[in-house]
């Protein structure tokens, strides 16, 4: 577990997701870097307080939404399967142990491996998805122009 900070003061953009919680009846909160920190504090909690309760998500001052990029940890599912699945965070929307994916897939938080960016086959239905929802979040519509005079002329010229 990487060292977090507490909530307070001026805040560190290189810890963009929130935990926060109830353990042993005194409300705790504290900001991470990335899923496996929310993890630890989670599993501490629980370890201190059975009765512990919270969530965790982005930060609701962050500037955007993040995108995580998930996938089924090996053994869970049939190895064909285990695409690598987008899950958007947004601002200030708390989360539990289950994430939906772009694709409408849900993953559980314990059951799924955090990926770098080019690390697995992606899912289609989520890089679809994130079209959309980039499209949605931008107030804009994407449109290609294509010059059909000048590519009559170039195959003509084949």
């Known amino acids: 577990m990487s ?9 560190d953009d290189a810890e963009p997701l929130a935990v926060a919680g109830t353990v042993h009846g005194q ?11 929310v993890l630890a504090y989670i599993v501490a909690w ?3 307080d059975p009765d512990a309760i919270g969530c965790w ?11 995580l990029l998930l996938r089924h940890k090996v053994g869970s599912i049939a190895e064909r399967l285990r695409t690598v699945h987008l899950v958007r965070l947004a601002p200030g929307e708390p989360h539990g142990g289950t994430l939906t994916a772009l694709c409408g897939e849900r993953l559980t938080v314990l059951g799924v491996d955090v990926l770098p960016v080019g690390a697995g086959m992606p899912c289609d239905r989520c ?7 980039v499209r949605a979040e931008s107030g804009r519509v994407v ?3 294509v010059d059909l005079p000048a590519v009559y002329s170039a195959v003509a010229d084949i």
Request: hydrophobic share 50%; charged share 20%; no cysteine.
């Open 3 to 11: 060292v977090a900070r507490q909530v307070s003061g001026a805040i």
């Open 27 to 37: 409300p705790v909160e504290v900001l991470v870097a990335d899923l496996a920190d």
């Open 46 to 48: 629980t370890d201190q």
């Open 57 to 67: 998500g982005l930060r609701a001052d962050y500037s955007g939404s993040l995108t």
């Open 127 to 133: 890089l679809a998805g994130s079209l959309l929802a």
């Open 143 to 145: 449109t290609a122009r």
